[in-house]
């Protein structure tokens, strides 16, 4: 019975950190429906995604490219005509990025 007990106690503890980080990312590369690649502008205010860098544990790996930000975690920052605005926050952020020259994505 204690083993029991034991192994739904672990269960539950494991599944909520899975459900919790699970939100921030999906598996298809978006945040809410945003795919997380292409035309970047970073704003101060009526951003789509609040993004915090960090250097480990982070959500997404996030490579900055000149040209063709076509595929998971390739971000062109630009000034105008963006597919989605970020702005970077230090606390209580929608998604969590690291900077990286290779292997961009999740």
Not at 25 to 33: F, I, K
Not at 85 to 95: G, N, P, R
Request: with cysteine; net charge negative; charged share 25%.
């Amino acid at each position: 019975m204690a083993k029991h007990i034991f192994l739904l106690s672990a269960f539950l503890f494991f599944g909520s950190i899975g459900i919790c980080r699970a939100g921030n990312v999906a598996p298809n590369c978006t945040y809410n429906g945003i795919p997380l690649y292409g035309k970047v502008k970073v704003v101060d205010s009526f951003e789509d995604i609040k993004v915090k860098v960090v250097n480990n544990f982070e959500d997404l790996k996030a490579k900055p490219v000149q040209h063709f930000a076509n595929s998971c975690g390739q971000w062109q920052f630009v000034e105008n005509f963006e597919d989605f605005k970020v702005k970077f926050v230090d606390h209580f952020e929608d998604i969590s990025i690291k900077y990286v020259d290779f292997f961009e994505g999740m």
